[in-house]
């Protein structure tokens, strides 16, 4: 069993940066893909990005390619989403999620969620 917990989100304004973190409980984050996913209201909730169980491959979603960071610390079994120069299209409740070993983009193949992080963005 994983839990958890998201932190990190606020409201700021266009061209800002947020850190969200993703807190984990558990022995198996290490071997774990975590990834971040997001949901606008009215949407469907999309991939965001996503890690590698030793870090070593990331993927993103285009819409965040440039501006956003993947990035996970094993030894604090948390993993983190650097998110710069934000536009109004980024606001959507942002959630960490944790699957298998293998690195996807589909959301239906996470097995874990946290319960989310608001983040807004202002223009």
């Known amino acids: 069993q994983v839990q958890l917990v998201e932190s990190g989100g606020g409201l700021v304004q266009a061209g800002a940066s947020l850190r969200l973190a993703c807190s984990a409980s558990g022995r198996t984050f290490s071997s774990r893909t975590m990834g971040w996913f997001r949901q606008a209201p009215g949407k469907e909730r999309e991939f965001v990005a996503g890690?590698?169980?030793?870090?070593?491959?990331?993927s993103y979603a285009d819409s965040v390619k440039g501006r956003f960071t993947i990035s996970r610390d094993n030894n604090k079994t948390t993993v983190y989403l650097q998110m710069n120069s934000l536009i109004p299209e980024d606001t959507a409740v942002y959630y960490c999620?944790?699957?298998?070993?293998?690195?996807?983009?589909?959301?239906?193949?996470?097995?874990?969620w946290g319960q989310g992080t608001e983040v807004t963005v202002s223009s």
């Open positions: 890690i590698s169980w030793r870090g070593t491959t990331t």
């Open positions: 999620a944790a699957r298998g070993a293998y690195l996807s983009d589909l959301r239906g193949s996470y097995n874990y």
